[in-house]
């Protein structure tokens, strides 16, 4: 086996290319993403024995569809593995029949193997897959063979028994039934890729980058919320330029019951001393007031928080740095990552203050995943509560509202929110889901209390399990936990009337509501 051989993954636009990226590195080889029209430029420095084509939001129909020269490609003699997107382009560019598909299929499918080559090698005979895609492969290219297919005679994976393997389904995405082993067999038996790169040795590559950016006499800011990912991003830089790293954590009164006075615990025993908090409760809520569309809202939270930063950060003299905790899946969804990557939602961060401000922009947390940050952030020594604490959106319980943000509505938001999470705790499974949360719906439900006949809010609870965040699915809660919840709401908070449980994956739906 060959070892520090690396994987190239073309992006066609898919919303889980990072996905792909990020499995290669958690079987030890490194992998870097180029746009198909970078692939050859990149391919010719050398040093990669794996190509890997991605999904894409686009149909290989369409005249304007990403595409790429695959015959250039298969010149580098470098093994290539088609997923979705990829799957169906290997297909169409080598002669194969495209069929476009009138139902986008979402979700799990069973496929069944018929074939046992090395990308199944160790597999079962029938397994669980996620698809994501419209179009199908209804006939391979000359000199292809199907491989795998659905229970409706889908044509699902397919080889040309050489160097070219590609799959209808997403093996990056964690439910899909053995996706890793199909992509270890990929990278180990096809590819001959040695285990070589651990994501946990580049804290101290992270450290000193930052201090050979950062002048010994220049500051830096950070933004922190409590969550992992800010604190992760503080401490890496606290150790890189120690109390010359400003904090800053906005009170937009949107956070999670107790979230404060979690913070400035938190931050003392990492050693972080110079914090600031601000408390803007009043001012978020006035800008919020009679704002219903959830894009509208992200818009306004964050153009307030940089107000806020700003001023504040203005205050401290000598700033030059502005220090954020982006992670991948943030740029993603942001549409920050590729040309081509669709845009799911716009998410709240600092990220138009180094212009305002003159300020540079450090990012150290910008390549990694959430379970990446969460190893780091193990290894640097930060307290669990924060390393295994569920992920929370910039904008706050605002997009756990239906709707307007009101006083009524966000006390009630955060109350049952807190139920949640305690009994999460108590039934010891917090640990087991990526999140879990309570939404209050705009609409409303009749309820009968004593003898009152009352008019009161829905409650919809929101579990789900996930790895990174890129694709989750339901969790299916424990029906006597579910019942202590929805009857601890309900009495807890009067003016309640329906509690729901959420059943739907990611995707279709977002984790978050808004």
């Not at 795998?148 to 590609?166: C, E, F, Q």
């Not at 309570?438 to 008019?455: K, L, S, T, Y």
Request: glycine share 10%.
């Amino acid at each position: 086996m060959a070892r520090g051989l690396k994987a190239l993954v073309i992006d066609f636009g898919g919303q889980y290319t990072h996905l792909i990226a990020r499995r290669c590195r958690e079987l030890g080889v490194y992998s870097e993403i180029v746009e198909p029209e970078d692939a050859f430029k990149k391919l010719d420095e050398g040093g990669f024995g794996a190509i890997i084509l991605s999904g894409g939001a686009r149909s290989v129909l369409q005249p304007d569809s990403p595409k790429i020269d695959l015959i250039k490609l298969l010149s580098y003699n470098i093994p290539i593995l088609g997923i979705c997107y990829g799957h169906q382009l290997i297909a169409k560019s080598l002669g194969g029949e495209i069929r476009a598909g009138k139902i986008r299929e979402y979700g799990r499918t069973l496929v069944k193997i018929l074939e046992r080559d090395a990308l199944f090698d160790g597999l079962p005979d029938r397994l669980m897959v996620w698809m994501s895609g419209g179009d199908t492969v209804i006939k391979p290219p000359k000199g292809f063979r199907a491989t795998s297919i659905s229970d409706d005679g889908t044509i699902t994976s397919m080889t040309d028994g050489s160097r070219i393997y590609s799959t209808q389904f997403h093996p990056e995405v964690t439910h899909t039934k053995y996706g890793t082993k199909i992509l270890e067999n990929f990278l180990r038996r096809i590819c001959g890729i040695e285990a070589w790169w651990n994501p946990g040795d580049k804290i101290e590559e992270l450290i000193d980058e930052i201090r050979s950016k950062v002048g010994v006499d220049e500051k830096v800011i950070c933004a922190v919320s409590g969550g992992v990912d800010s604190v992760t991003t503080a401490t890496i830089v606290s150790k890189a330029v120690g109390d010359r790293l400003n904090c800053i954590f906005v009170d937009h009164g949107l956070m999670r019951k107790g979230e404060v006075e979690q913070v400035k615990r938190s931050l003392k025993r990492i050693g972080i001393r110079n914090l600031r908090i601000v408390d803007a409760r009043e001012r978020f809520l006035s800008k919020l007031k009679g704002v219903e569309d959830p894009e509208e809202k992200r818009r306004i939270i964050g153009e307030e928080f940089i107000k806020v930063f700003e001023e504040e950060a203005k205050k401290i003299p000598g700033i030059r740095w502005l220090a954020q905790g982006t992670i991948y899946p943030d740029r993603v969804e942001s549409g920050r990552i590729g040309r081509r990557a669709a845009l799911i939602k716009s998410h709240h961060n600092v990220g138009a203050l180094p212009k305002r401000m003159n300020l540079k922009l450090l990012e150290p947390l910008r390549d990694f995943y959430k379970d990446e940050v969460r190893e780091i952030a193990r290894k640097l020594g930060i307290p669990d509560e924060i390393v295994s604490r569920h992920p929370f959106p910039g904008p706050g319980l605002a997009v756990r509202i239906i709707g307007e943000v009101t006083g009524e509505k966000l006390e009630i938001c955060r109350e049952a929110n807190a139920i949640v999470e305690e009994e999460f705790r108590r039934a010891g499974v917090y640990d087991r889901v990526w999140q879990a949360f309570a939404v209050v719906c705009d609409d409303r439900w009749v309820g009968v209390m004593g003898d009152e006949r009352v008019h009161g809010y829905i409650v919809i609870i929101r579990a789900v399990e996930s790895v990174d965040g890129m694709t989750a699915d339901w969790h299916r809660i424990d029906h006597e936990l579910l019942d202590r919840i929805a009857r601890r709401i309900t009495r807890e908070i009067p003016r309640v009337t329906m509690v729901a449980y959420a059943a739907t994956s990611k995707p279709p739906s977002t984790i978050e509501p808004c």
